[in-house]
């Protein structure tokens, strides 16, 4: 095994452009785009057995040692440089190569002063770490081994995200995704461990590459409010919706808003896509209605409601709650997009300067 005394990797964070509720459904697409705030893992030698981890995030760095295959030490349970770390550990044991020890240090632009934006900041950090990982030990990875790592490594912490946040931050750019069905994923990781599921074709998944909106520009609204994806998530499942009639339409009409915006993109439709985001936010609006789950705030209503005034779309991204909103404006109008981003200020959200991010930008 072939170690490098120091490996970088970063990942990008995302924005979900259409089809975020329904994508927790295997086979059910959603698009998103990768933009230019990044988490970056530096992998080098460690002191001793174990990991050290540390992060611009927290106050003090984390040893943790290794038992039957886990990390051990305190901290939280759920930690997703963890559970990447284990996942390759998990294919180098299955390989027959030891882990070294490690120090894992992680920064990130996407927070301000400890809050996250909502850009995808676990997805990046999982993606980021299971490259860094994976070089540092010599493994020669393809960018689809490495999300069907992250996601191995996500979906043991909560098997109810759909992964679009792993794919947009391990093959970068705009992107039409669809998710695999987990729990087949993870019984076939326990039955004939990881090296056999990277190899065996995954139920649900696809993902095709898309190129960028046409005379359209990209830009994002931060409410400062940050929210927790999982747990809105979490909440609607646990409600009667799912599984009804409402839930099956609401399904249907999010695939035809899919279907149509990725021909708007491959057709270079400007107009039609912005039908479709509009579409969109109607369907997430006619959603928070039915089920009560705060979707949209009054930052994120005045946010979206501020770009139609200009002639364009806007929605929330993502599961909504708070965090951000995107808006599809003319670029051939910076008037308009400077009267949108001052109706933003006085509503309390706040432009983030973010581009969308091109495609490979983990090395």
């Not at 990942?11 to 785009?33: D, Q």
């Not at 006085?346 to 983030?352: R, Y």
């Given at each position: 095994?072939?170690t490098?005394?120091?490996?970088?990797?970063?990942?990008?964070?995302?924005?979900f452009?259409?089809?975020?509720?329904?994508?927790v459904?295997?086979?059910?697409a959603?698009i998103?785009?990768?933009v230019?705030?990044y988490?970056?893992?530096?992998?080098?030698?460690?002191?001793?057995?174990?990991v050290?981890i540390?992060?611009?995030l927290?106050?003090?760095?984390?040893h943790?040692?290794?038992?039957?295959?886990?990390?051990?030490?305190?901290?939280?349970?759920?930690?997703?440089?963890?559970?990447?770390?284990?996942t390759v550990?998990?294919?180098?044991?299955?390989?027959?190569?030891?882990?070294?020890?490690?120090?894992?240090?992680?920064?990130?632009?996407?927070?301000?002063?400890?809050r996250?934006?909502?850009?995808?900041?676990?997805?990046?950090?999982?993606?980021?770490?299971?490259?860094?990982?994976?070089?540092?030990?010599?493994?020669r990875?393809?960018?689809?081994?490495?999300?069907?790592?992250?996601?191995?490594?996500?979906?043991?912490?909560?098997p109810?995200?759909?992964?679009?946040d792993?794919?947009?931050?391990?093959?970068?750019?705009?992107?039409?995704?669809?998710?695999?069905?987990?729990a087949?994923?993870?019984?076939?990781?326990?039955?004939?461990?990881?090296?056999?599921?990277?190899?065996?074709?995954w139920?649900?998944?696809?993902?095709?590459?898309?190129?960028?909106?046409?005379?359209?520009?990209?830009e994002?609204?931060?409410?400062?409010?940050?929210?927790?994806?999982?747990?809105l998530?979490?909440?609607?499942?646990?409600?009667?919706?799912?599984?009804?009639?409402?839930h099956?339409?609401?399904?249907?009409?999010?695939?035809?808003?899919?279907?149509?915006?990725?021909?708007?993109l491959?057709a270079?439709?400007?107009?039609?896509?912005?039908?479709?985001?509009?579409?969109?936010?109607?369907?997430?609006?006619?959603?928070?209605?039915?089920?009560?789950?705060?979707?949209?705030?009054?930052?994120l209503?005045?946010?979206?409601?501020?770009?139609e005034a200009?002639?364009g779309a806007?929605?929330?991204?993502?599961?909504?709650?708070?965090?951000?909103?995107?808006?599809?404006?003319?670029?051939?109008s910076?008037?308009?997009?400077?009267r949108?981003?001052?109706r933003?200020?006085?509503?309390g959200?706040?432009?983030?300067p973010?581009?969308?991010?091109?495609?490979?930008t983990?090395?």
């Amino acid at each position: 095994m072939t170690t490098r005394r120091t490996v970088v990797r970063r990942a990008p964070g995302k924005l979900f452009v259409a089809g975020e509720y329904a994508v927790v459904e295997s086979g059910r697409a959603a698009i998103l785009v990768a933009v230019d705030r990044y988490i970056t893992v530096t992998v080098s030698a460690g002191d001793g057995a174990g990991v050290l981890i540390s992060s611009d995030l927290a106050a003090r760095a984390v040893h943790r040692t290794w038992q039957d295959g886990r990390l051990t030490g305190a901290g939280t349970p759920a930690d997703p440089v963890v559970a990447a770390v284990e996942t390759v550990a998990g294919l180098l044991a299955e390989r027959g190569l030891p882990v070294p020890p490690l120090s894992v240090s992680i920064t990130s632009t996407l927070h301000e002063d400890g809050r996250k934006y909502g850009l995808g900041s676990s997805g990046a950090v999982t993606v980021a770490t299971v490259a860094a990982v994976a070089a540092y030990c010599g493994l020669r990875l393809s960018p689809g081994d490495r999300f069907r790592l992250a996601l191995l490594a996500t979906a043991r912490i909560d098997p109810q995200g759909s992964g679009g946040d792993l794919a947009a931050s391990t093959w970068g750019g705009w992107i039409a995704y669809q998710a695999p069905d987990r729990a087949f994923v993870l019984d076939l990781a326990r039955r004939h461990g990881i090296q056999e599921t990277l190899r065996t074709p995954w139920p649900g998944f696809a993902l095709r590459r898309l190129p960028p909106p046409k005379d359209l520009t990209l830009e994002v609204g931060w409410t400062g409010s940050p929210a927790s994806t999982s747990s809105l998530v979490t909440g609607l499942h646990r409600r009667a919706w799912r599984g009804s009639a409402s839930h099956q339409t609401f399904l249907r009409a999010s695939a035809g808003i899919v279907r149509a915006a990725v021909t708007a993109l491959e057709a270079g439709d400007g107009e039609g896509l912005l039908h479709q985001i509009r579409r969109a936010r109607q369907e997430l609006a006619r959603l928070d209605d039915e089920v009560g789950l705060g979707i949209f705030t009054p930052a994120l209503t005045a946010l979206c409601d501020a770009a139609e005034a200009a002639g364009g779309a806007a929605k929330p991204s993502g599961a909504g709650g708070g965090d951000c909103g995107i808006a599809l404006l003319d670029a051939q109008s910076p008037h308009n997009i400077a009267r949108v981003r001052q109706r933003w200020a006085a509503a309390g959200v706040a432009p983030l300067p973010v581009r969308p991010a091109p495609e490979g930008t983990q090395e």
